[in-house]
């Protein structure tokens, strides 16, 4: 392997007099920034400052590629870099008057994350993803994940200049041409979810497009789901009812550290245990040769919705009352829940209060899970008082239970509406009750917590697990929630082959083919065989993610064609592998990332890359040119 230089052009064009271009990079893994080592060469130096603000370069001022501060970053053979991202900002001048401002603590380590678009914080931005492994090799991406903001091109080359391949854009395109396919594409197509889908491109800060996973994930600054209501949420819902019903399945399985490489059979199990809850949950049952897994059905773990629309409501100290009694939302005695005025994963659902068949109102009781064993805490006579000076007890919280190390034998010191204050614990925690052994001394005491009255009106989220609030939706989409998810599994391999397992379902089902493949077969695997064949993927007619499908296969055709050349000519929107192969529509996939994963296939021979990526780059690759498209 190489050494390599990074080339950065900044091609946005004319039309941009009033932007600049700023770059920065970072691998929180490696704990590396940018940094300026030569004229306006950069390379990943180590962050030495504890904290501060990421370097921040011009790649160009507007709109130019005049006094640049950085042009082309140098990669050692020899060095390790991690996960690194390089980001691109378009940033207005008008609207953006300085560069912008990402910090980092813990020497790099932890790293400020930039808002998903749409928001106003920061200038619209892309970024690449670069990892250099001295025994693997180089890896690059265009990332996409988040959907799309601009057009970026990335070209590897030999010594000699020879290119070696491209991912991302055609040079031809600009941003505004592929923003402006989008409609026109959803609008054509004859599948009946076509319109949930429309809601992807917005006009905030420039405009763009956005992955349906950060658009179910995007939140208000009252960290409330802005788009809870779209149908987006709950578009698989039927088919994941169909998928995990559904009996002899063959995965094939990875393998890692203890854990065999074998294939797993399905068989469904309607009610199995969730771990970490008190609740059952629909689960498909995968048993290989020697492991067992459980992937479980999302739907109706959380309820964020009630007949489509937001759950609203007030608290009064632990009594929610719902703004419009629930018709359908089938929330249940120890639900946890998540809104305005609840510690994060301390509540959960006591008593549910019906008039006829419409949940009026729920009552909670506190939850604090299992806080640090054997921490101090300290019991306050009453609000307004400092806990200087107050006595305090060693103790372990399980539930809403303070069970003591040693029995508090001064009774006085632990009553009934006295504050607690200590590891774990947040807001007004008070103690409800105690329990005293034979000698009066007292071994426990239960504590609650006063919600007062927050924000009248608010959203509120309702989840058979604690700390997972999300829609069945967004766990497709996003490949997060129960679809990363390892549950009681404590051990490495076994949690990185059931999220494997994991992935290869939520992927099955963003393509179309979770429930279109076979339920037998000659040969084992024949499920991920199936899944893994690029010409099945996106089928008309079947509930799939049609922001990839536009992603890997439209095509931006101009209005009018003036003389044949490249730049009025029809172009795919990402550029096709010599060898991209036909979808289901018996249209030709470009390179492109629809969706979290969206990886090559699996236990599939001669696949067609579909990534936009290198992975690795070619053993004699020896520059890399990363080109911002027109604006």
């Given at each position: 392997m ?7 052009l ?7 007099k009033n932007?600049?271009?700023?770059v920065?990079g970072?691998s929180s893994?490696s704990k590396?920034?940018l ?5 306006t060469?950069a390379k990943f ?14 790649l160009g001022?507007?709109g130019?590629t005049a006094?640049?501060e950085i ?6 053979a ?10 691109f900002?378009f940033?207005d001048n ?8 990402i ?5 790099g380590a932890?790293v ?6 749409p928001?106003t914080?920061?200038?619209?931005y892309t970024f690449?993803?670069f990892?250099n492994?001295p025994?693997?090799g180089?890896?690059?991406?265009s990332?996409?994940?988040?959907g ?5 091109t ?7 200049g ?5 991912v991302?854009q ?8 592929v923003i ?10 004859k599948?009946?979810t076509k319109?949930?889908?429309?809601d ?12 349906p996973g ?6 208000s ?16 819902d039927?088919e994941?009812n ?12 990875v393998?890692?550290d203890?854990?065999?490489?074998q294939v ?6 309607k009610e199995q245990p ?5 609740f059952?949950?629909q ?7 020697d492991n ?6 999302p ?11 937001a759950i ?9 009352t ?13 639900m ?5 005025g609840?510690?994060?994963d301390?509540?959960s659902?006591?008593t549910?209060?019906k008039?006829?068949d419409?949940?009026q109102?729920?009552?909670f009781t ?11 805490y300290?019991f ?20 809403n239970?303070l ?7 001064d009774?006085?010191?632990v009553k ?5 204050e ?6 007004i ?8 052994d034979?000698?009066k ?9 006063s ?5 009248p009106h ?16 967004n ?5 997060q929630?129960l679809f990363?998810?390892t549950g ?5 391999g ?27 077969g000659?040969s084992e ?20 993610n049609?922001f990839?499908?536009?992603?890997h ?12 050349d490249?730049?009025?000519l029809p ?8 060898n991209s192969t036909?979808?289901a529509?018996?249209t030709t ?8 994963y969206d990886?090559n296939p699996m236990?599939v ?9 290198f ?9 890399i040119t ?6």
């Amino acid at each position: 392997m190489s050494s390599i230089t990074i080339s950065l052009l900044n091609q946005i064009g004319s039309n941009t007099k009033n932007y600049t271009v700023y770059v920065l990079g970072f691998s929180s893994t490696s704990k590396k920034q940018l940094a300026i080592t030569s004229g306006t060469t950069a390379k990943f130096e180590t962050i030495t400052a504890a904290s501060g603000d990421l370097n921040c370069f011009t790649l160009g001022q507007k709109g130019t590629t005049a006094n640049p501060e950085i042009t082309a970053i140098t990669v050692d053979a020899d060095e390790v870099i991690k996960g690194a991202r390089i980001y691109f900002f378009f940033s207005d001048n008008s609207v953006f008057t300085a560069p912008p401002k990402i910090s980092f603590s813990g020497n790099g380590a932890n790293v400020v994350n930039v808002p998903n678009p749409p928001n106003t914080s920061y200038a619209p931005y892309t970024f690449a993803e670069f990892t250099n492994d001295p025994t693997y090799g180089a890896v690059i991406d265009s990332q996409t994940v988040d959907g799309f903001t601009a057009p970026v091109t990335i070209e590897i080359s030999d010594k000699d200049g020879n290119s070696l391949g491209e991912v991302g854009q055609p040079l031809t395109l600009n941003r505004q041409q592929v923003i402006d396919t989008y409609a026109p594409f959803i609008n054509a197509l004859k599948d009946s979810t076509k319109n949930h889908f429309l809601d992807l491109q917005y006009s905030t800060n420039g405009g763009g497009l956005l992955n349906p996973g950060a658009f179910l994930n995007d939140v208000s600054a009252a960290n409330e789901y802005t788009n809870v209501e779209s149908q987006l949420n709950t578009l698989f819902d039927n088919e994941l009812n169909t998928f995990f019903a559904t009996d002899n399945l063959s995965i094939q399985g990875v393998a890692k550290d203890s854990v065999s490489a074998q294939v797993y059979k399905s068989e469904s199990v309607k009610e199995q245990p969730l771990p970490g809850s008190p609740f059952t949950q629909q689960a498909l049952k995968l048993t290989g040769k020697d492991n067992t897994f459980y992937v479980y059905n999302p739907v109706g773990v959380c309820i964020l919705t009630d007949n489509g629309k937001a759950i609203t409501g007030s608290i009064d100290d632990l009594t929610l009352t719902f703004d419009t009694p629930l018709s359908e939302a089938n929330i249940q005695e120890k639900m946890y829940v998540r809104g305005a005025g609840i510690p994060a994963d301390m509540i959960s659902v006591k008593t549910v209060h019906k008039s006829g068949d419409k949940i009026q109102s729920v009552d909670f009781t506190c939850d604090f899970g299992t806080l640090p064993p054997n921490s101090t805490y300290t019991f306050i006579p009453g609000q307004g008082i400092g806990p200087k000076g107050q006595p305090t007890f060693v103790g372990s919280i399980v539930g809403n239970t303070l069970t003591f190390q040693t029995p508090v034998t001064d009774v006085s010191a632990v009553k009934v509406g006295y504050i607690v204050e200590g590891a774990g614990l947040a807001g007004i925690v008070s103690i409800a009750s105690v329990t005293t052994d034979q000698a009066k001394a007292i071994t426990s005491c239960t504590i609650s917590m006063s919600l007062g009255k927050p924000a009248p009106h608010s959203q509120y989220y309702f989840s058979k697990l604690q700390g997972m609030f999300m829609s069945s939706g967004n766990m497709v989409f996003a490949n997060q929630g129960l679809f990363a998810h390892t549950g009681d599994i404590t051990d490495a391999g076994e949690q990185d082959v059931i999220q494997n397992l994991q992935n290869q379902i939520v992927t099955a089902f963003c393509r179309g083919v979770a429930n279109t493949g076979p339920t037998s077969g000659s040969s084992e695997g024949y499920t991920s065989t199936y899944w893994g064949n690029e010409e099945n993927w996106y089928p008309e007619g079947v509930v799939q993610n049609l922001f990839s499908l536009f992603m890997h296969t439209a095509i931006y055709t101009p209005k009018v064609v003036t003389d044949g050349d490249m730049d009025d000519l029809p172009t795919p929107l990402f550029i096709q592998d010599p060898n991209s192969t036909q979808c289901a529509r018996n249209t030709t996939m470009g390179q492109a990332y629809g969706f979290a994963y969206d990886e090559n296939p699996m236990f599939v021979n001669a696949a067609a890359p579909v990534p936009s990526k290198f992975d690795p780059v070619p053993i004699d690759t020896t520059s890399i040119t990363i080109t911002l498209g027109k604006w």
